[in-house]
């Protein structure tokens, strides 16, 4: 298997090449993996990756074609290479988890790195469960200091199997919200499971935004492992001269940090000076990237036509939280722009907050009186009876028809919603 890892890392350096389990998604030179889940069989398709040019073909299948590879178990395979990379990774590895901002932090720590010209890799997307894991491990560059990676849970197995993968040298928690109970069973299990990313071996220092259930928390960190919460911040930072003066405390330990931000999101700052002790007299803490909508990795602005019109779509079609589609309902509607409609996918894993949640969403899009509003999924459509000036679907088909009727009215179209409703088909549908 050495000789396989090998060849692989090569032809990557060669091609400067990704690794990909989806023969829609190869260019010519990628690898392609054949998995196979219970929904699909990878091997089936690697006449795909034949035709389309991948370098290397890894099927369970025997085959006479030049580029094809044998892989007994590919699972095993996958995870034992995962294991090859990291061990001969040198850089240091950092890991970000929470209930929501994971996407967000990642990206402003990756560009904070890079703007101050650390060599930086940062996992794919949203791509935050075991198998997405392996996927950027697999596709990580190795001559980089840092790589950063989220890590999302849906039960109480899953941080142990990603931490022990990953191993990661710091870990932050961005927060752990009461509306993401999911299959835990209560919040208390939630933030045990959640705090497991701090057992990795190879920890150097932790952080975490406690903004419930803080003393609790408290008795289950490491020594290593700082609280903080970002919440207050706001209330205790001034702008003098276009410049944010922000107090803060870590540890009952005060500091103070400078920043231009316009949009205060002081938290990101914080992470890097806490993270990162050891290069605070190199950063330049007023070189942000940070976009309130829309930033690579958090979404995308796609331009198509329907019916012969040019139409553009807001693309959050990935993942959803009460927090994010609340702030992301409240981004769009403000920008200038007209003919907008909100195609709102429900949301998953909140529990008995279920409907709390989502009721809180339909009365927001009631108050801000948006009036051409597609709910989509059973946790939205329950509420049908009660607000009948918006539309209810219960999955994302109708919508198609809609966009047809209605395209002479419609030029901006905003999708969010968890990837369960699958909203990216409504995208796909009219994007080539």
Do not use: W
């Amino acid at each position: 298997m050495q000789k396989i890892y090998k060849i692989i890392n090569n032809l990557k350096s060669k091609y400067n090449c990704n690794i990909v389990f989806d023969t829609r998604l190869l260019k010519e030179n990628d690898i392609f993996i054949a998995l196979k889940t219970t929904n699909n069989n990878g091997n089936l398709y690697y006449t795909d990756a034949i035709k389309k040019k991948a370098s290397l073909i890894l099927v369970n299948l025997k085959t006479k074609h030049p580029k094809t590879v044998y892989i007994k178990n590919t699972n095993l395979f996958i995870k034992n290479f995962c294991k090859f990379i990291l061990d001969s990774y040198k850089g240091k590895i950092i890991a970000v988890t929470g209930s929501v901002g994971k996407t967000t932090y990642k990206e402003n720590i990756y560009h904070i790195l890079r703007n101050n010209n650390l060599k930086t890799y940062r996992s794919y997307k949203n791509y935050n469960n075991i198998l997405g894991l392996q996927f950027s491990i697999m596709n990580m560059n190795l001559n980089t200091d840092y790589s950063i990676f989220e890590l999302g849970i849906n039960n109480s197995r899953e941080m142990t199997k990603l931490v022990k993968t990953l191993r990661p040298h710091y870990c932050l928690v961005t927060c752990i919200e009461n509306s993401h109970i999911g299959n835990f069973r209560n919040f208390k299990h939630l933030i045990d499971n959640k705090l497991k990313i701090f057992n990795s071996d190879r920890l150097i220092n932790g952080l975490i935004n406690y903004n419930y259930q803080s003393e609790y928390i408290r008795n289950k960190l490491r020594t290593n492992v700082k609280l903080i919460n970002i919440e207050n911040i706001n209330k205790e930072s001034k702008k003098i001269n276009n410049k944010v003066i922000i107090n803060f405390s870590e540890n009952n330990r005060k500091h103070k940090i400078e920043s231009n931000m316009e949009n205060i999101y002081e938290n990101i700052a914080i992470i890097s000076f806490l993270f990162l002790k050891k290069f605070i007299k190199k950063f330049n803490l007023n070189m942000f990237f940070y976009k309130d909508s829309i930033i690579e990795s958090r979404g995308n602005e796609i331009s198509t036509f329907i019916n012969k019109k040019q139409v553009k779509f807001f693309d959050h079609s990935y993942n959803a939280s009460p927090y994010s589609l609340n702030k992301q309902i409240l981004l769009f509607n403000k920008r200038n722009i007209n003919q907008k409609v909100f195609i709102l996918g429900s949301m998953k894993e909140l529990g008995d907050q279920s409907d709390f949640f989502h009721l809180q969403i339909i009365e927001l899009v009631n108050k801000l009186n948006l009036n051409k509003i597609l709910f989509i999924g059973k946790e939205f459509y329950k509420f049908k009876k009660n607000f009948r000036n918006f539309n209810f679907y219960m999955n994302y088909i109708p919508v198609l028809n809609y966009l047809n009727k209605e395209i002479d009215t419609i030029t901006n179209i905003f999708v969010m919603g968890s990837r369960y409703n699958k909203l990216d088909k409504i995208i796909k549908k009219y994007v080539s």
